[in-house]
């Protein structure tokens, strides 16, 4: 009973950490997206999407070296379900998301949805044969089209007028502001770890079997920066931010950290996994093309995310 205690207050602890530490870190975002020229939805994208998926590929990194690759390809397939389920659903309850719609949005959710399908390819029957080679070819058309979405997020640049660049620069000191937005992004991910932490050990004392703890609490876990930001980042007005992020956030998973594990670690993974998780996050990735390329996500459509990733754990939790 104490150890159930004293981790629940180190999970509170951790909870209120990450609410402060994602008020800097989009407070901090704010200044550079007036230093940096970009538009909201590019800076979520660049800047704090790539960032959101350091403990993606965190877990990436030592499942590799513990030659355990497919802990990171759940992970990344889950916390793209979570993203767009939770993430995208919950920020359409709270903010006026029906017209968030914007071009560079739309080619970015595009793209996702390619990536999206790609691994596909891994459990076609006639591929099978040759899986290890196919699975190296697929990581690296993965970590191209991450490239490829790179390139396409620099072409978004919007011009700030020259007074308004011109008075930023005597105002804002760009190392300073990188700085906070560096430490924000640390106490995010830090916080984040010691709640996942607290949550497996508690969930180990009341008894939950360890392969729902990995398949389930690491996922979610990964992702509660996303969660974290970009509902501080709608509360402050920032939509086109918050979208930006999770669109780029879930670019990252597939595209960067996923292409890299099949690249560099043998697949020696069961692939049943795809076909379980795939179909659900296929269908959740179009209805978020859907959304955008008509306007954007009312909060009906909200409640339908949030109902397909209940619907997709509830499925899980079956298998």
């Known amino acids: 009973m104490m150890d159930l205690l004293i981790f629940g207050v180190i999970i509170a602890a951790s909870l209120a950490v990450l609410a402060k530490a994602s008020h800097l870190t989009i407070v901090s975002i704010e200044d550079l997206i007036e230093l940096s020229g970009l538009s909201e939805a590019s800076a979520g994208f660049v800047i704090l999407s790539v960032m959101t998926s350091i403990p993606e590929m965190t877990v990436a990194a030592f499942a590799i070296l513990q030659g355990a690759p497919g802990i990171s390809i759940g992970d990344v ?23 968030v719609r914007s071009d560079f949005l739309v080619e970015m959710v595009d793209i996702l949805f390619l990536s999206s399908a790609i691994p596909i390819l891994l459990v076609l029957p006639f591929l099978s044969a040759s899986l290890q080679t196919v699975g190296h070819l697929i990581g690296l058309i993965l970590i191209g089209v991450f490239i490829f979405s790179i390139y396409i997020m620099t072409k978004t640049r919007k011009t700030p007028s020259a007074d308004i660049q011109g008075d930023t620069m005597k105002r804002k000191n760009k190392k300073i502001i990188l700085i906070k937005v560096a430490i924000g992004i640390f106490a995010v991910i830090i916080s984040t770890r010691f709640a996942v932490w607290s949550a497996s050990a508690i969930a180990t004392i009341l008894g939950v079997p360890p392969i729902l ?9 990964t992702s509660l920066p996303e969660l974290a930001l970009d509902v501080t ?24 950290v996923l292409g890299f594990v099949l690249l560099i670690s043998p697949l020696t993974v069961n692939l049943t996994i795809f076909t379980e998780i795939l179909p659900f996050l296929l269908i959740i ?17 909200g409640i339908l ?11 899980l939790t079956a298998s």
């Open 77 to 99: 397939l889950g916390s793209n379900m979570f993203n767009i389920g939770i993430v995208v659903g919950v920020i359409a309850m709270i903010g006026p998301l029906e017209k």
């Open 233 to 256: 980042a709608v509360r402050r007005g920032r939509i086109r931010l918050a979208i930006g992020d999770v669109i780029g956030s879930n670019l990252s998973n597939i595209a960067l």
């Open 213 to 221: 703890i990995g398949a389930k609490i690491i996922a979610i876990g």
């Open 305 to 315: 995310l949030i109902m397909i990733y209940v619907l997709f754990q509830a499925t």
């Open 285 to 301: 990735t179009l209805l978020l093309w859907r959304f955008l390329t008509k306007g954007g996500i009312p909060k009906w459509g």
